[in-house]
């Protein structure tokens, strides 16, 4: 129960479909069967910050971002610390598939809330919401 509860405090539970309500091909990750929106407590593969808008592709490096800044409120240094520490105890665990996917258009890997899918049948390739916008607008 450890893991599930440091999931619970950073935001990066695993968000799978009910039983017997398959995720659409639009909601389902496509490098795993989670949620498109699900978060990583920490990623197999760093990713680093997305393109567009510089979150981090997991807690553990939200926590270790937080606590280098030198912005950061010493509280918020102390809860990243700790964060960090309970992490990597159980870094077995907790390491996920990466989250965020690569733009066909521009290549740019990005979160998923940054990304769609491309509404022009029968395309379906994963693009970015910038160059999602241009696509609608035609």
């Not at 950073?10 to 009910?18: E, L, M, R, W």
């Not at 280098?68 to 700790?82: D, F, G, I, Q, T």
Request: hydrophobic share 35%; charged share 20%.
């Amino acid at each position: 129960m450890q893991l599930e509860d440091l999931r619970m405090r950073t935001g990066s539970q695993h968000c799978y479909a009910p039983p017997g309500f398959p995720l659409s091909s639009q909601d389902q990750h496509p490098r795993h069967g989670r949620d498109f929106h699900s978060k990583n407590l920490w990623c197999l593969k760093c990713a680093g910050f997305c393109a567009l808008c510089e979150n981090a592709c997991c807690a553990y490096l939200t926590c270790v971002t937080t606590f280098k800044e030198s912005s950061s409120l010493p509280h918020e240094r102390v809860v990243a610390s700790r964060l960090i520490k309970e992490i990597v105890g159980i870094v077995k665990a907790g390491i996920d598939q990466p989250t965020f996917v690569q733009c066909t258009d521009c290549k740019k890997m990005v979160c998923p809330h940054c990304i769609g899918v491309c509404p022009v049948y029968p395309c379906h390739d994963h693009v970015c919401t910038v160059r999602l916008r241009s696509y609608i607008a035609l």
